[in-house]
């Protein structure tokens, strides 16, 4: 027999796979944890395989997502996610997620929950992706969730948005970019929550990191030494701060580390 206590919650998730028809991803009530009215939610549900517009013959592609805040079981959905991946041309094939690759709750702060999410879009013909990050928060004057962060990138490129769980910059949103000119290198930014629990940027500089330069750590991993020491957490002469993955060897060259 199932316990009293987890019929709400059932109720919710089966009202919930009514109205978004497709494969349930992600379900994540934001009531309690926002402190909201009830019953906020976030759903991400999956459309059927598609055939694949870049593929070749019966070439196949996952279905297309839908992310919904609802207050209604989602019967109706706020817009605040409807653009994530959108372009310049809001209705080419990259323009709808595809992928769900991260959705969670974070909290930068005690005080400051945070819904993380990201999704990718189809591959491109090159195996590229067009890839969204977005944090939300909640805007209680509005009574909406609102982007506390958001940004888009590609894949192709060693680009990446990481969000930091723990250590000195616990919170962060760092991101690395491909500069556009030689020497190909890369933007690294670093944005953390601000007074009104937006993320500002309070990092931004061109990396000792090369693009394509043989180190096996990712941009983020390589640069963090120097994240570090400009943002006053770390100074030359210490063991330089490491990857999260074994790091057998550390060494830094030219304020990049490599493993």
Avoid at 110 to 125: E, K, Q
Avoid at 129 to 155: H, I
Avoid at 162 to 176: E, K, T
Wanted: hydrophobic share 35%.
């Amino acid at each position: 027999m199932m316990h009293r206590a987890l019929l709400p919650l059932l109720s919710i998730l089966l009202m919930a796979a009514a109205e978004l028809p497709g494969t349930v991803l992600s379900s994540i009530d934001l009531a309690e944890p926002f402190e909201t009215p009830p019953g906020w939610r976030f759903i991400a549900t999956q459309g059927p395989e598609i055939q694949d517009p870049l593929g070749m013959g019966d070439d196949k592609a996952p279905g297309a997502i839908r992310l919904c805040l609802s207050r209604n079981a989602g019967r109706t959905c706020q817009p605040t996610l409807d653009g994530l991946l959108a372009g310049k041309d809001r209705n080419d094939i990259f323009a709808q997620p595809h992928f769900l690759e991260d959705a969670r709750i974070v909290h930068p702060r005690p005080d400051l929950p945070i819904l993380l999410v990201r999704v990718a879009s189809l591959h491109s013909g090159d195996g590229d992706q067009r890839v969204a990050t977005v944090a939300l928060s909640y805007d209680r004057s509005r009574g909406q969730f609102v982007p506390a962060y958001e940004k888009q990138t590609g894949r192709n490129n060693s680009q990446e948005i990481r969000y930091v769980d723990a250590g000195p910059l616990r919170g962060a949103v760092i991101s690395a970019e491909p500069t556009s000119d030689a020497p190909f290198a890369f933007w690294i930014t670093v944005a953390r929550p601000g007074t009104k629990d937006r993320y500002v940027q309070v990092l931004r500089y061109r990396s000792a990191t090369r693009y394509g330069d043989g180190n096996p750590l990712a941009v983020i991993d390589s640069e963090m030494p120097g994240i570090q020491q400009r943002l006053g957490y770390w100074r030359s002469g210490p063991p330089p701060p490491l990857p999260a993955g074994p790091c057998r060897k550390p060494r830094l060259i030219r304020q990049e580390l490599w493993c």
